[in-house]
């Protein structure tokens, strides 16, 4: 869940740079408490365009996903005054199917809403995809909820375009399933 931190940012042929106070870093362990909360808010937001993550719920698991992130050094954060103001998780992709490219994965962004608007999420985004092309990949890929039109926006200003589509329907509104 790539989530749009409403960041309208410079040009995406630009090399991103956070503003002056903000600074782009490996996040470690011990921010594992902060990025798990700033996750919880990602998903509590993301439950307006139908995500059907749990945000609460989810605590735990992601604050161990968090740790791991920062073991394996796929988390980056964004500081302002010391404080973690956002944050982008990634990895490189693997699976059990040959595929003709190595690929990387944006899992997460996040930034404060207080923060937005201010080239953060771009430089976070930025730090990511530099880290995954040292690791090798080939193409970057995300998902953004089809109804955030901010994170959709977002994502195509960096040219992200749709490779894979994800339908779903509720089964209780499968006219093919009702015997009415």
């Given at each position: 869940m790539a989530d749009a931190p409403?960041?309208?940012?410079p040009d995406p042929d630009r090399n991103f740079t956070p503003p002056g106070d903000v600074t782009i870093s490996s996040a470690g362990?011990?921010?594992?408490?902060?990025?798990?909360?700033?996750?919880?808010?990602l998903a509590?937001?993301?439950?307006?365009?139908?995500s059907h993550l749990e945000a609460e719920a989810n605590r735990e698991v992601i604050h161990e996903t968090m740790l791991r992130h920062a073991v394996t050094d796929t988390v980056f954060s964004a500081r302002r005054g010391g404080t973690v103001v956002g944050f982008v998780t990634f990895g490189v992709e693997?699976?059990?199917?040959e595929q003709d490219?190595?690929?990387g994965?944006?899992?997460n962004?996040?930034?404060?809403?207080s923060d937005r608007g201010e080239g953060i999420g771009s430089a976070l985004l930025a730090a990511a995809e530099r880290e995954l092309v040292s690791l090798g990949v080939g193409v970057v890929t995300l998902e953004a909820m089809a109804r955030n039109d901010a994170?959709?926006?977002?994502?195509a200003r960096h040219g992200y375009t749709p490779h894979r589509i994800e339908l779903e329907k509720p089964i209780n509104d499968d006219p093919l399933s009702n015997d009415g």
């Open positions: 409403d960041d309208l940012g362990t011990d921010d594992a408490d902060r990025l798990a909360d700033l996750w919880v808010d509590a937001d993301q439950r307006r365009h139908s693997s699976g059990r199917y490219v190595t690929r994965t944006i899992h962004v996040y930034v404060e809403p994170a959709r926006s977002f994502y």
